[in-house]
Structures are given as C-alpha cells and as structure tokens.
C-alpha cells in the first residue's frame, strides 16, 4: 500500500485494479485480501467519482495517472460474520448507515455510502467500517471499511 502522508481514518474497503481485471473482480478481490470474506459476487452501485492525484502522492502512483476514480460495489455479508483483517488494518465495527456516515472523514466517503444505501433501500442492512491510517489506490469500495494502521 503507497504511503500517502494522511492521518488515520475511517471508510470502505478499497483497492486498484490488477492487470486485466474488472471493477467488480477488483472488488471482490480486494475484501478477501482486507477482510479474508470470499464474496460470490458484488453489485455495481453505478456510483464513481474522481479526485486528482496530489503532488505528493506522484511516487507511489507513477507518472502515468493524473486522477484516481474510485467506483462503488456492495455485497449481501450473512449475519454474524466476522472478518479476519489484514495488517494493514487497526479495527472494523458493524454500523447502521447514520453510525458510519459519522465515522468518515472524507465527503467523497460519505457520497459513496449514501449510493450504497439508495442501491440498498428497503433491505435490512448494514455496514462495517475498517480504520485506515492512510488513503489506498482506490478502484473499488464496498461498504465494509476497515481501519488501517497507522
């Protein structure tokens, strides 16, 4: 994971695409390596943004990409399951939506939950956070957030 000079923080489960890979196989991907959940599938929110790659991210990113876009996927988790977190991670909790909106940090965290939970509306639901002590190549996030070390 590239050392990007933030504090610690809270939001979803994120990652970069692969070579040849798809968003969704990124997704998937990218929660069993933070959490150890092995996903069937993930449903596309049909949410993205985009944000610049600052200055002083440059060397952990190349001198290709001039932005990062960070496209969103949830998952149905069974009740009761509990991930097994990689090291880059101090912590995760199970949130309504209202919890976890507070816990980010980040307003483009926020909009990408608020898109889980319209694609979401009407299900019994809610979301883990994982703390992260740095910000991650984002491609894909779900609405599982762990808390990664600082």
Same mark, same amino acid.
């Given at each position: 994971?590239?050392?990007?000079?933030l504090?610690?923080?809270?939001q979803g489960?994120?990652g970069?695409?692969? =070579?040849? *890979?798809?968003f969704?196989?990124a997704?998937?991907?990218?929660?069993? $390596?933070? +959490?150890?959940?092995? !996903?069937?599938?993930v449903a596309?929110v049909q949410?993205?943004?985009?944000?610049p790659?600052?200055p002083?991210w440059r060397d952990?990113y190349g001198e290709? =990409?001039s *932005?990062i876009?960070e496209r969103?996927?949830c998952?149905a988790?069974? $009740?009761? +399951?509990t991930?097994l !977190?990689?090291?880059?991670?101090?912590?995760w909790?199970?949130?309504?939506?209202r919890e976890?909106e507070?816990?980010?940090?980040?307003a483009?965290?926020r909009?990408?939950?608020?898109?889980v939970?319209i694609?979401?509306?009407?299900?019994?639901t809610s979301?883990?956070m994982?703390?992260?002590?740095?910000?991650?190549v984002v491609?894909?996030?779900?609405?599982?957030?762990p808390?990664f070390?600082?």
């Amino acid at each position: 994971m590239p050392q990007l000079a933030l504090p610690a923080f809270w939001q979803g489960v994120t990652g970069a695409l692969e =070579p040849g *890979e798809t968003f969704c196989e990124a997704a998937v991907r990218e929660v069993h $390596e933070e +959490t150890s959940l092995l !996903l069937p599938s993930v449903a596309d929110v049909q949410f993205s943004h985009r944000f610049p790659i600052r200055p002083v991210w440059r060397d952990a990113y190349g001198e290709g =990409p001039s *932005e990062i876009e960070e496209r969103v996927f949830c998952a149905a988790i069974s $009740e009761g +399951t509990t991930p097994l !977190l990689s090291e880059e991670h101090d912590d995760w909790r199970w949130c309504t939506f209202r919890e976890a909106e507070q816990l980010l940090s980040f307003a483009a965290n926020r909009e990408c939950l608020r898109a889980v939970e319209i694609h979401c509306a009407g299900a019994r639901t809610s979301v883990a956070m994982n703390y992260c002590p740095e910000f991650d190549v984002v491609a894909a996030a779900l609405p599982m957030a762990p808390r990664f070390r600082s």
